[in-house]
């Protein structure tokens, strides 16, 4: 299945690369969840400071049914995070960890309170 994505760039120009790493990480979602409807990745370069370089944020809005996710990877003190696919390796990191999460809920795997 392919699941409906949207990529959009904040204050900085796109990069074919990083558009197929984005697409390539997005596939492997499914093994989290059957059924996404919709991934939404947002990729932005906030600041320009003088010392240190740009601390990318990467925002990822997924939807499921019944549910809909915003997983905001914004670590301001993490220097990793000047390296593009380091930022998107832990935003799809944790959307796979927080899919995966609603997918046992939903399997009835998680016992309810």
Not at 2 to 24: G, K, N
Not at 79 to 103: C, S
């Amino acid at each position: 299945m392919q699941i409906p994505l949207e990529i959009t760039f904040r204050h900085m120009d796109s990069s074919p690369a990083v558009e197929a790493r984005i697409r390539e990480r997005a596939q492997k979602l499914e093994r989290y969840h059957d059924h996404i409807m919709s991934c939404r990745v947002v990729v932005e370069a906030p600041h320009t400071h003088k010392r240190s370089g740009n601390l990318y944020q990467v925002r990822l809005d997924i939807k499921v049914p019944g549910k809909e996710l915003a997983i905001t990877q914004h670590h301001p003190q993490d220097q990793a995070h000047e390296d593009i696919y380091v930022a998107i390796r832990d935003a799809f990191d944790a959307a796979g960890r927080r899919l995966e999460e609603i997918a046992r809920v939903e399997r009835g795997e998680v016992k309810s309170h």
